[in-house]
């Protein structure tokens, strides 16, 4: 990773069903946040087994 790059982990379990394109949407829309910013956009399953 580059230096200065953040790195955000959702705490709340995600539909990892919507993609790659959802969960960038969910970025906009929560963090107010640029998908392609360069940062770490961590997402986990519902089981929590994955994470994305």
């Not at 990892?16 to 640029?34: H, I």
């Amino acid at each position: 990773m580059a230096p200065g790059t953040k790195v955000y982990l959702a705490c709340r379990p995600v539909d990892l069903r919507n993609g790659f394109d959802g969960l960038a949407a969910k970025v906009q829309q929560v963090l107010k946040a640029d998908p392609f910013s360069g940062h770490l956009f961590l997402f986990r399953g519902k089981r929590g087994g994955h994470v994305t």
